[in-house]
């Protein structure tokens, strides 16, 4: 089984896991679960950080890579599929572009997105698995 972690949940998973849903937490610690992150969420977390809405302790947005991979979590790249075929996702009521390419990397991977973000609720009539 495979999933791809929210930019939430990832700082979550790494910093808070408290806040983790139980299935999620579950999910994530499972040993036989590939758990992926997308760079996007690196991209988001980055642009957050130098906006100030993002605050980070004893870490900065340049370590998450290296984080990410000491987790036991796979990098998950944007393709160049990813890009010429997101004009596919339609836009139901969700407008954050981070959020929008995650979701679509999920479709199109057939990936378990783990999120507590309920709006992404409405894209699973395209195919989408959530999990929180």
């Known amino acids: 089984m495979s ?7 990832l700082l979550w998973a ?3 896991p408290a806040r983790l849903g139980k299935k999620a937490a579950e999910r994530i610690q499972n040993p036989d679960e590939t758990v992926s992150v ?3 969420s690196f991209w988001e977390i980055s642009l957050k950080y130098a906006t ?5 302790q004893n870490v900065t947005p340049d370590d998450f890579p ?7 979590f796979d990098i998950l790249p944007i393709t ?3 890009a010429a075929t997101f004009h596919h ?4 009521g969700h407008k954050d572009p981070f959020d929008r390419l995650i979701i679509w990397q999920a ?13 992404f609720a409405a894209y699973r009539k395209l195919g989408l698995k959530v999990l929180w």
């Not at 479709?107 to 709006?119: E, F, G, H, M």
């Open 3 to 9: 999933c791809l972690l929210d930019t939430h949940t």
């Open 14 to 16: 790494l910093f808070n």
């Open 38 to 40: 997308s760079v996007v």
């Open 52 to 56: 100030g809405k993002l605050t980070l």
């Open 66 to 72: 290296a984080i990410v991979r000491q987790s036991g």
């Open 80 to 82: 160049d599929t990813d």
């Open 89 to 92: 996702l339609p836009r139901l």
């Open 107 to 119: 479709i199109s991977r057939k990936l378990t997105l783990i999120s507590q973000d309920s709006a």
